[in-house]
């Protein structure tokens, strides 16, 4: 379907066929916008990690081929790390990231409810299937090295801690 075009003259009201012809024109739109453009829920996949009784919040928005995700884990009763944490992709990525390469999307927010404190990293496309929220951790051969969330990493997990994460990619 082709845009359609209207104009109005000043002072004038349109009339309901001008006004139907917005509707007529979503269609053009949703063509190269996607027709997503609400946020919408949806239950992440782990690796590496049980979320118990564990509160899971996601959502995502995609437009045309960006999406844009999030989600908010905060700590229950029976969650287990066993390994570096990973988090499904709303919408499968492009494999442009590369294996290895590991491109910055987003960023990642570690909150340690009691004592206290934050900590902050990033986002990185791990595969088409999964992002991986990771810390800088400069304690590595004095150099500033990037280090999955995992047992112990960056703090001693508890019930009501919580990780947040955004991030932004291209889908297939």
Known sequence: MAYQQWSVVYGEQPSASKWNILGTNDAHFY????DNEAWQSYTPSFQNFTAGASTVEAKYIQIGKTVRASAVVTLGAGFSFSGSLRISNPVSAISDYGVGQYGS???LRVRDVSPGGSYWGVVRIADSTYAAPSLYNTAVANYTALQSLSTGVPITWANTDYFA?????EAV
């Open 105 to 107: 999307a987003g960023y």
């Open 165 to 169: 994460l955004e991030w932004e990619y």
């Open 31 to 34: 063509s190269f916008l996607g």
